[in-house]
């Protein structure tokens, strides 16, 4: 009866249109939505999750999808706002149950198709890319793709029209008046969704409880340039999500700036850079990048390396080379090493450790001022709400 109890609460139904979260409520990572009218259904993003301490032997949590696979005749498919992990990540495995296209921005289905391709699942998954300003149909609902700043490019906001109102989808975002790449959040067409009347929003509530504004993404450039002159005779390390790519393209402009090369390290990074610079979002110049086994014809002041680890995932290559399990980079005194990101809440642990292992073998560990946050803060949390002037509030991604 109390499993009951609670399914029932954790489902929203406002005229007849249901809003069903399976993950990314009371939680952080796992960002999964259903949206439901009638016979009709849609996924909103499809991700995975870290586990947690008490979670022994486990490397990642995905999202229970029964619900999905009990009513897979409704479902048309998944819309998914950008490319982090916490949204994309579960798609290989729910696809497989879910075999229903999915739709996104151009970085965002260039990511996915990734994961697709080592799952062995490109050519048995429909994929569609979706341009902001424009709108797919699926069944009795019609969504419009909205451009967004996050801390990953190619963000998306969702107007989504059904019979029985609009539900407006922040997704991840931030208000970045000079974003990196691309242009800044399209408010002026936020504000005309807010005109029409919106039933409800659902909206990133990550960094609610901080007030302000969040700093742009350029600010994170200028402490890269002021560490890079200021230890101009050390070999630099930078761990940063790798999805950031953003975040690499700055480090890459310090890098060329100070004249040194670059070395990508970690699957999922050179995976990441690989993808970005194809369809051009990151611009590396020639004679930048080198091969990892090509350092050793460099001096210590001619190189910085670009890697995954931020987080202390125990595989990453930050990871190891801090263990001494690295099999082609070794820490060695006077190195100097950027966690260019904030512990996802879980991973503190796991962080602490790899600063410790560095610090002993004679590294220097900088974290301070080498990240901002891709999430809104509460003033533009505030401009959204005045925007949209919704009828219900419906708070996502935050814990």
């Known amino acids: 009866m109390k499993e009951k109890e609670q399914k029932k609460k954790n489902i929203a139904e406002v005229q007849g249109v249901k809003i069903i979260p399976l993950g990314g409520l009371e939680q952080i990572g796992m960002n999964i939505t259903v949206i439901e009218y009638e016979d009709n259904i849609i996924v909103i993003d499809c991700g995975l999750s870290f586990p947690e301490d008490e979670m022994l032997g486990i490397d990642m949590v995905i999202p229970d999808v029964t619900y999905l696979k009990e009513n897979i005749d409704k479902v048309k498919g998944f819309v998914i706002t950008h490319g982090h992990e916490d949204h994309i990540g579960a798609l290989p495995y729910v696809l497989k149950d879910v075999n229903v296209p999915v739709y996104g921005t151009k970085l965002t289905i260039g990511l996915i198709e990734n994961k697709l391709k080592e799952a062995n699942m490109l050519k048995s998954t429909k994929r569609k890319v979706v341009k902001y300003g424009q709108s797919i149909n699926l069944g009795c609902f019609r969504i419009e793709f909205i451009r967004t700043n996050h801390s990953i490019a190619d963000s998306a906001a969702l107007a989504i029209f059904t019979p029985a109102g609009i539900i407006f989808h922040t997704g991840d975002f931030k208000v970045d008046f000079t974003p990196v790449f691309g242009t800044p959040i399209d408010l002026q067409r936020i504000g005309e969704i807010g005109k029409k009347g919106v039933l409800a929003l659902l909206c990133d509530s ?16 200028k402490t890269f340039d002021n560490i ?16 950031n790519v953003d975040r690499v393209q700055q480090i890459v ?7 040194r090369k670059v070395v990508i390290e970690g699957r999922s990074m050179i995976n990441v850079v690989t993808t970005a610079a194809d369809i051009g979002y990151i611009n590396i110049p020639d004679n930048t990048l080198i091969d ?19 987080q202390g995932e125990s595989m990453a290559a930050l990871s190891r080379i801090a263990a001494s399990i ?7 005194p006077g190195d100097v090493v950027i966690l260019s990101s904030n512990p996802i809440p879980g991973n503190e642990k796991a962080v602490s450790k790899v600063i410790n292992e560095l610090s002993m073998k004679g590294a220097k560990v900088i974290y301070q001022d080498t990240h901002v946050s891709g999430h809104a803060c509460q003033e533009e949390v505030k401009l959204i709400y005045s925007l949209i002037k919704p009828q219900y509030a419906v708070p996502v991604h935050g814990e």
């Open 206 to 221: 990550t960094n609610i409880e901080r007030p302000g504004y969040t700093m742009s993404e350029r600010t994170v450039g």
């Open 228 to 243: 890079f002159a200021d230890y101009s005779r050390s070999r630099i390390i930078v761990a940063t999500f790798a999805s």
């Open 253 to 259: 402009n310090s890098a060329v700036k100070y004249k």
């Open 292 to 310: 990892i086994e090509q350092m050793k014809n460099y001096t210590d002041d001619q190189i910085v390396m670009i890697m995954t680890g931020s």
């Open 326 to 332: 690295h099999k082609k980079v070794s820490i060695k």
